[in-house]
């Protein structure tokens, strides 16, 4: 599959931004997908996660804040973030793979075969 990225940039603490992530040249059954976030230095972190039956899994740090979701119609993975804080600045990148036994945000980076682009979320005090 391949992923393209669209969305990000920058807000002050407590604003909202989505981001968005087409599968071309669809979203296959049996995918697990996944939005990852990298600081420079800091090894690759899964904050969301959603497989093709719309099972998802939250980061702690992040639940309550962001939600992850599809449209199959548009072959679009979503992240929509809240409250949005200063530790939210990352380079946030969609991945997605084959579900295999596991889908949730302990899955490690390197289980991931197909990437989106990435994009730079700043968030402001």
């Known amino acids: 599959a391949q992923l393209t990225q669209s969305g990000g940039g920058s807000v002050q603490t407590g604003g909202s931004l989505t981001l968005s992530c087409v599968l071309s040249p669809y979203i296959p059954d049996g995918f697990c997908m996944a939005w990852f976030r990298q600081v420079p230095g800091k090894e690759r972190e899964a904050v969301a996660v959603?497989?093709?039956?719309?099972?998802?899994d939250y980061l702690s740090s992040v639940k309550g804040r962001f939600i992850v979701s599809t449209n199959n119609a548009e072959n679009t993975l979503y992240l929509r973030m809240d409250s949005l804080k200063p530790e939210d600045t990352a380079k946030y990148y969609c991945?997605?793979?084959?579900?295999?036994?596991?889908?949730?945000?302990?899955?490690?980076?390197?289980?991931?075969?197909?990437w989106g682009q990435g994009a730079q979320v700043t968030v402001s005090s």
């Open positions: 991945a997605a793979e084959t579900r295999g036994l596991s889908c949730t945000v302990r899955r490690r980076h390197q289980l991931f075969g197909n």
């Open positions: 959603i497989d093709t039956n719309n099972r998802n």
